[in-house]
């Protein structure tokens, strides 16, 4: 079971009344980490994997180039948006997926809408992906862990744009040291946000549609 809810601050007019979750309500974990220094990456282009269909994402599928299969441990689905995820010792494999054209995120433990959020925000444009590890600074914005002096902590990121559907897969550290991070605690409560843009592949674009959920990692 799960608890969450959506809004299209634009309306998404191909998406009505999709709501079907699953997962648990517990509570919000937030956990303070250690400072590290600056270094990795503001944001990249990698391969896409154009093979992946925007249906897989609640079936395995390779989390990174080479790498073995990812069963899904579970998933939720709000208003065409997608989130599935499954737990590997020490890392999250993550895929996230929505009508759209232009970027996806999620954000784990929110402290309400972006604030304190770790989010991971990508698009895929001429068959690449870009993908940024970013942080909530403030209720309605973010910014680059690296810009803030953090780390870029995304990993095996590859995705797929078709039939106006953008579905990016990628991997994080359950804790990776990056203070802009919140630690992620499998069998505990965790907020999340979840949003898409209308079409632009951009890092600041407004979203069309976004969401708030509480999940059992
Ligand atoms: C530069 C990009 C963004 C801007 C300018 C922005 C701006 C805003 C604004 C103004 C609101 C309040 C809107 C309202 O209540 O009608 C809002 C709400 C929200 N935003 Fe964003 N946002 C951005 C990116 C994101 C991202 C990347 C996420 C998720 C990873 C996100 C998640 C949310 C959520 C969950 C809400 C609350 C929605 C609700 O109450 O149902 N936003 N944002």
Known sequence: MVKGSGQGIIPADETPGRTAMKASILVDTFVALTLS?????????????????AEAAAEPAAAAQGASSVTWDDSIEQEGYRLSWAVDDDLLHVSMSAPTTGWVAVGFNSAGAMKDAQIVIGYVS????????DFGTAFTSHASDVSLGGTDDVANAFGSEAGGRTT????????????????????SSCSIIMANG??????????????????EI
């Open 168 to 187: 990016i897969d990628f991997t994080i550290p359950l804790a990776s040291g990056d203070e802009y991070d919140g630690a992620i605690v499998p069998g």
């Open 126 to 133: 001429a068959g690449a992906v870009s993908i940024r590890d």
């Open 37 to 53: 220094t600056a270094c990795g990456q503001a944001e990249s282009a990698r391969p896409t994997k154009p093979e992946q269909a």
């Open 198 to 215: 209308s079409g632009s592949d951009s890092f600041t674009e407004i979203h069309q549609w976004a969401g708030v959920a509480e999940i």
